[in-house]
Each structure stands twice: as C-alpha cells, then as structure tokens.
C-alpha cells in the first residue's frame, strides 16, 4: 500500500469517528429532553422539556399510534434548535400522524398555527395531550381533528382555503397497508411553498423503498443522520416541474 492509500484509510477513518462522536453527542442532548416524574399520580404520563417548559404526555400502549417514538423527539429537537431557518412562528403547519401530540404541541409552543391529525382512535389520547400542554401557552388554539390518508384530503383541505408552511410527519412509515395513501397525501397537501420535515427509524426494508419511491415525486435533503437511533431526518419539497403544474 502506497503513502496515499495509507493518508486516505486513516482519514476516512478519522471521518468515522468524528461522525459517530456527533452522532453519539446529538442522540445523547435529545434524549436527555424526556424525563421521568419522581412521584406517578393516578394517571401516568412522560415527561419532556421543549422551550423551557415542562410537557407532559399521556400514552396508550394498546395503540401503536398513541405511543411516543424517538423520531418524534427528534423532530422537535430540531424544531426548537433551527428555528433561525424554520421559524415556526405564525407558520401555517399540519401534522400527519401526530400520536400523541408531542410535535404539534412543541410547533404550537414555537408559534405554529398547528393542525394535528391522526386517526378516530387516536384523537381522544392526541385531544387530551394537546389541549394540557398548550392551553394558556401559546397564540394559537391548535387544532384537533381526523384524517384518513388518501381518503377526502381534498375536500378536508381545499387548497382555496388550506396552503401549509409546512407538513410535519415523525415514524409514520412503518408495515401497514397505506403507504401508497400516505405519498399521495404529502403529494396533495405539499404545494409550492411547503416545506416536509419528516423523521423516520428504519426498521425494514419497506422504509427504504418509500424513500426511493419518494424522491422520485420531491426534492430530498437529509439533516440528521443519528445510526445510534436508527433515525434521519429529512427536508422535502415539491420539484419545480411539479410545482408549475399543481
């Protein structure tokens, strides 16, 4: 092996550990957002800080949707440690897949006129969380309510009346059936000047497919990669020659 060869190993290798250092050291300052309460009270809850300000979030473990997963946590970091560039304030911003509300709750905290859907039985749970964690607290009364993708999004959301900043999406590709419902609904609700920010863990090869499937209808820019979470994130909007035609 030539002294190039030899320079160019121990860089890339030296690029490694640098990147799992950053990556080791993000993880650690999101994780450390979540709390325990030292004292449980006849309903349980976790506890998160996003602005200076202590959320608290109810779960249901009987629902996958009523769970909060690490992807959500990423988001929100991202959201409260970027707003110079994605100024939340006054924004226009639907959540796809809200859970439990922990990123619609941190968009409201940020300024956010939010819109926080999921399904029918979620939104009992995502209603309760929503309104503890943000009534007194923010400018805007977030909005609660239902959404099947793929089904009546246009009659929902008319375009005439409905124009988001941005579409907010944390984990809500994994294995079921309504992928293809999910990209023609960020495909609808993405106009000209929206902006997608979606954080995504990768579990399957399913989540990878979808990717693939979805740069071929947005332009696709990746922010966060944290492999000890198995979790990216991404930026996304819509192509130009799509945006002249929508």
Known sequence: MDTQQSNARKEDSKT?????????ELAKAIMSRSFHPSILGPEPWEGYIFSDLEI?????????????????MVLCH?????????NMMDKNVIELGAGTGLVSIVSSL?????????LPDVLGNLQY???????????????VTELFWGQEVEQRFPRATHCFDYILAADVVYSHPYLEELMDTFDYLCQENTQILWAMRFRLDKENRFVDRFRQRF???ELYNLPSLSIKLY???????RATTS
Do not use: Q
């Open 16 to 24: 490694k550990e640098e990147d799992a250092a950053v990556d080791a």
């Open 56 to 72: 608290r979030i109810k779960e249901s473990t009987d629902l996958y949707g009523a769970v909060l997963w690490p992807s959500a």
């Open 78 to 86: 991202f959201l409260e440690t970027n707003h110079d560039e994605h």
């Open 110 to 118: 940020l300024g956010a006129k939010v819109t926080s859907t999921d």
């Open 129 to 143: 969380n929503v309104m503890r964690n943000t009534k007194g607290r923010c400018k805007y009364i977030p909005l």
């Open 219 to 221: 332009n696709l820019e």
């Open 235 to 241: 930026r996304a909007w819509r192509r130009d020659e």
